[in-house]
T-cell receptor, first 112, second 116 residues
Framework: DAKTTQPTSMDCAEGRAANLPCNHS???????VYWYRQIHSQGPQYIIH???NNETNEMASLIITEDRKSSTLILPHATLRDTAVYYC?????????????FGGGTRLMVKP | GAVVSQHPSWVICKSGTSVKIECRSL??????MFWYRQFPKQSLMLMAT?????????EQGVEKDKFLINHASLTLSTLTVTSAHPEDSSFYIC????????????FGPGTRLTVL
């Protein structure tokens, strides 16, 4: 699976959009970009995933660059409950049958 | 969404004792379950992968005789930390991959183990 690079930490004001970047310059054509988050002392929570098109769901939007070498997770209106570590993971789809490999992630702190 | 539970949510034990952690998929059948370990301020590290009815596959550096994994059914996997020591104190998290659908992984809430 391709390696990802994320900033160690970010701050965001409550109510503002949180934009979390991820670099995955070695991504292969059949690899998806997944985002999970982990609130303190809880298990990871799936947020969103995509292959090459931008994706949106009730939690967030995922913007993937045309060359697929980077992506951005957008939380449109961050709340204090969005404070968590956000993990960007690249792997070959759900059915690869393999584990998710977690990197260091980005610690997002939403401040009032 | 699919729910994965873990029991207990936290446990404190004496050094040398064994501790069993259960991971259950509550509303789906899981062909594969994964066990992760997370030390404070670190990321999740995969310990082992277990498939129902077969032996678990352990990651390099994880002692299979110390961390016993049993995946007896499509909804239950257990991790037993044998002869636990203080350095085994950690946050243990399981995830389950659904048998049907697209096979996404769902994570349990984690179990915090403290060995005195």
């Amino acid at each position: 699976d391709a390696k990802t690079t994320q900033p160690t930490s970010m701050d965001c004001a409550e109510g503002r959009a949180a934009n979390l970047p991820c670099n995955h310059s070695t991504i292969s054509g059949n690899e998806y970009v997944y985002w999970y988050r982990q609130i303190h002392s809880q298990g990871p929570q799936y947020i969103i995933h995509g292959l090459k098109n931008n994706e949106t769901n009730e939690m967030a939007s995922l913007i993937i660059t045309e060359d697929r070498k980077s992506s951005t997770l957008i939380l449109p209106h961050a709340t204090l409950r969005d404070t968590a570590v956000y993990y960007c993971i690249v792997r070959v789809g759900h059915n690869a049958g393999n584990m998710l490999t977690f990197g260091g992630g980005t610690r997002l702190m939403v401040k009032p | 969404g699919a729910v994965v539970s873990q029991h207990p949510s936290w446990v404190i034990c004496k050094s040398g004792t064994s501790v069993k952690i259960e991971c259950r998929s509550l509303d789906f059948q899981a062909t594969t379950m994964f066990w992760y370990r997370q030390f404070p301020k670190q990321s999740l590290m995969l310990m082992a992968t277990s498939n129902e009815g077969s032996k678990a596959t352990y990651e390099q550096g994880v002692e299979k005789d110390k961390f016993l994994i049993n995946h007896a059914s499509l909804t239950l996997s257990t991790l037993t930390v044998t002869s636990a020591h203080p350095e085994d104190s950690s946050f243990y998290i399981c995830s389950a991959r659904a048998r049907t659908g697209v096979g996404e992984q769902f994570f349990g809430p984690g179990t915090r183990l403290t060995v005195l």
